[in-house]
T-cell receptor, first 106, second 114 residues
């Protein structure tokens, strides 16, 4: 059993659509991380959140610590949002989801 | 600008050969990590180091070795004992090892077998 589960695994959207990626985790954490992996492989950190909601531009991340669930939303999606989105739950070590591969079509 | 530099971007290994992947950071971070990424799987921890001259095995350390002689550098050697080395390798660092510390990642090294 994976400590972190993401869904969907793959997602294709038309430009402008609202996108939601879900993450459930089984380990006890105090904060959850959302990462973005570009096609070339490099990873950047998008959010670290421990409660409620955070917003950065068109990206919104929410977390419910009691339900051990987090979501990443992208409003008005754009082709440049195409990437793999990974959630990570730090416990005694970082546990990573398998990622959601997003393709936004113009 | 501060960041993590991994080199080379692509690496090819012959059977029975050891290869070393470089990871350098100028973020003054104490903790450094090596992960392996395979298709359809999440990142898996190979080794991590919280301080110079100290490192710990992760979940999949067999066939790998590391050193941490300098704070800025954490090279990973893929030895001939690693029978399935073809993967994407990512190095990361954080201010110190802890849940609330974001990890900064390099751009990765893709290792293939000749």
């Amino acid at each position: 059993k994976n400590e972190v589960e993401q869904s969907p695994q793959n997602l294709t959207a038309q430009e402008g659509e609202f996108i939601t990626i879900n993450c459930s985790y089984s380990v006890g954490i105090s904060a959850l991380h959302w990462l973005q992996q570009h096609p070339g492989g490099g990873i950047v950190s998008l959010f670290m959140l421990s409660s409620g909601k955070k917003k950065h531009g068109r990206l919104i991340a929410t977390i419910n610590i009691q339900e051990k669930h987090s979501s990443l939303h992208i409003t008005a999606s754009h082709p440049r949002d195409s990437a793999v989105y990974i959630c990570a739950a730090p416990s005694n070590q970082f546990y990573f989801g398998t990622g959601t591969s997003l393709t936004v079509i113009p | 600008d501060g960041g993590i530099t991994q080199s080379p971007k692509y690496l090819f290994r012959k059977e029975g050969q050891n290869v070393t992947l470089s990871c350098e950071q100028n973020l003054n971070h104490d903790a450094m990590y090596w992960y392996r990424q395979d298709p359809g799987q999440g990142l898996r921890l190979i080794y991590y180091s919280q301080i110079v001259n100290d490192f710990q095995k992760g979940d999949i350390a067999e066939g790998y070795s590391v050193s941490r002689e300098k704070k800025e550098s954490f090279p990973l050697t893929v030895t001939s004992a690693q029978k399935n080395p073809t993967a994407f390798y990512l190095c990361a660092s954080s201010n110190y090892q802890g849940a609330n510390q974001p990890q900064h990642f390099g751009d990765g090294t893709r290792l293939s077998i000749l």
